[in-house]
């Protein structure tokens, strides 16, 4: 790696080794001596002994299901059975390697130079499994809203049919028809969109530990907000979740849901009461993407809790020519729609890691509540559009509330009367030195990050005057940096960086 032909920098020693020349430990000394081992085996033993099971249920349906007197209707639920049971297999048997394997490198890495190199690319793997997987999901699912807008529903168009819509794409001509019920004969190869949901969000819970929880105490907690243990800042994120979604399915359950402004308007009031609840208990870039998970859990068991299973209730009642009942579609649909709406927000708080001025302001809470309900107001705009309805008020207020957000978190709008107390280099360097080369050097000392973070290095005055403004943006304005304040910085250091940013970062 770069760092190696590196004169050692400025903080001494490298990181882990106390000089004298004692011997590694051996792979099985580590393993034996790992704290979670036991936990690990166990579940790995579970996940083994319920593959098992779930093989001998399939088998087992594959066998009644070979009984060619069965009923419609008997027949339909042993194949939904045996598809479960084929899809808990396959998990089980999936995630009981992943964890099996992943824990035998972890434990072959855990402490040494490679550690930091692998779990970056572990977060590359999964966060491009996370990326692709809702690329599809939300894709198909803004293509269906778009589809089910734009209908032609009125011309040429066969008794049974609600609607149809040609379309030209990728030089190719395409009649799509959606039917008013179902159609007399439920086609064998009938597509179903689940898994992109599933994967999103099972890739999304991965990336929260691989991440988030894997370094709770620099990423999960931050002491100027709440001093929490890595443990407790863990358990109120995952609680989250779980609370978000009850409260949210309890509020699907109840009357409330039939008028939809009142519906929207509690939701909003929920959903900014455990925004502000998790910014004043976790660091603030850990509360927006717990707020982010919270949503996207919501989406995800919508799909998994109720579209889904309405829907094949919906094709077992037309497979066996029962009626329909119309409230399961109604139900899924209105599922369906707060997805939609919640899409916006879930790709804002996705992206807001890489802007330090919405989760790192002390407003941050409410920062994110403008913007998720403002982006929840374009899509509304758009689905309105879509449908023939133009309300552009929508649209203007939705973006003058977020232009007005830019301008009120703005540095204008912040005092610099401390400004002109003046600093030189050799003060502002000693804070750097003493704060954030820890990390950013070519010899980082710090015991999880061994390379430098982006290549940030402030080992020389050029690097850091090269990067003034975003140290001014990081440590300054925001305090997202140092992480977790991990080296401690206090107020004043920081106001010794700003002074010295101020004035123009000269160096001697
Ligand atoms: C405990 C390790 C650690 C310490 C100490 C630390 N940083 Fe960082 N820094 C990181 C990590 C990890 C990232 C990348 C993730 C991120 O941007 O949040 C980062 C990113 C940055 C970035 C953004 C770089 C980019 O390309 O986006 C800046 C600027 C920065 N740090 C400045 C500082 C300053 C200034 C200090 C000292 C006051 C400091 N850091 C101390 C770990 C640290």
Not at 28 to 54: D, R, T, Y
Not at 232 to 244: L, V
Not at 268 to 281: F, P
Not at 396 to 422: G, N, R
Request: charged share 15%.
């Amino acid at each position: 790696m770069h760092a190696s032909a590196q004169p050692v920098g400025p903080a001494g020693n490298v990181a882990g080794s106390p000089g004298a020349a004692t011997a590694l430990p051996g792979y099985g000394e580590k393993l034996m001596a790992e704290p979670h081992l036991w936990i690990i085996a166990a579940v790995v033993l579970l996940l083994f002994v319920s593959f098992l099971c779930f093989r001998h249920f399939a088998n087992q349906l594959t066998g009644k299901l070979a009984d060619p007197g069965l009923s419609e209707g008997t027949r339909f639920d042993l194949e939904q059975a045996r598809s479960t049971a084929i899809a808990s297999r396959q998990a089980s048997k999936f995630f009981g390697l992943l964890l099996l394997c992943g824990y035998a490198v972890y434990v072959a890495v855990a402490g040494t130079e490679m550690q930091g190199y692998v779990m970056q690319w572990l977060n590359l793997a999964v966060r491009w499994t996370h990326v692709i997987a809702g690329i599809m999901w939300i894709g198909a699912s803004f293509y269906f809203i778009f589809l089910e807008n734009n209908l032609n529903r009125t011309e040429d168009l066969r008794d049974e049919l609600a609607g149809n819509l040609w379309a030209i794409h990728g030089g190719g001509f395409y009649y799509v028809e959606k039917f008013k019920v179902a159609p007399t004969v439920i086609p064998k190869p009938l597509h179903w969109f689940k898994y992109e949901a599933y994967f999103t969000w099972l890739s999304g819970f991965s990336l929260l530990f691989i991440v988030y929880y894997a370094d709770a105490k620099s990423l999960m907690v931050d002491p100027t907000v709440a001093a929490l243990s890595p443990a407790e800042a863990i358990s109120i994120g995952i609680g989250s979740m779980i609370i978000g979604w009850l409260v949210y399915d309890g509020m699907c359950r109840s009357k409330l849901v039939l008028h939809q402004g009142w519906f929207a308007l509690v939701g909003i009031l929920v959903l900014g009461v455990i925004t502000y609840a998790l910014t004043h208990l976790l660091s603030g870039r850990a509360a927006y993407i717990h707020v982010g998970a919270l949503l996207g859990t919501i989406m995800a068991a919508n799909v998994f809790f109720t579209i889904i299973p309405s829907q094949k209730a919906l094709v077992r009642a037309a497979k066996t020519g029962q009626p329909l009942d119309a409230s399961l579609g109604k139900k899924a649909g209105q599922r369906s729609l707060h997805n939609n709406y919640i899409t916006l927000p879930v790709v804002f708080i996705m992206l807001s890691n890489h802007f330090p001025s919405t989760f790192g302001h002390s407003g941050n809470w409410l920062i994110l509540m403008v913007i998720a309900v403002a982006s929840a107001g374009i899509k509304h705009y758009w689905n309105l559009l879509d449908r023939g309805v133009k309300r552009t008020w929508v649209l203007v207020v939705s973006i003058a509330a977020l232009v007005l957000l830019s301008v009120a978190i703005s540095p204008a709008m912040e005092d610099t009367v401390d400004a002109a107390v003046p600093v030189n280099f050799a003060e502002a360097n000693a804070v750097i030195q003493r704060r954030c080369v820890q990390c950013h050097s070519a010899n980082p000392t710090d015991d999880v990050y061994v390379v430098a973070p982006n290549g940030v290095m402030y080992d020389t005055p050029e690097q850091i005057k090269a990067k003034a403004s975003m140290i001014m943006e990081r440590a300054v304005r925001t305090h997202t940096m140092p992480l977790g304040n991990k080296t401690g910085m206090t107020d004043q250091e920081r106001t010794v960086l700003k002074r010295w940013i101020l004035q123009g970062a000269k160096l001697p």
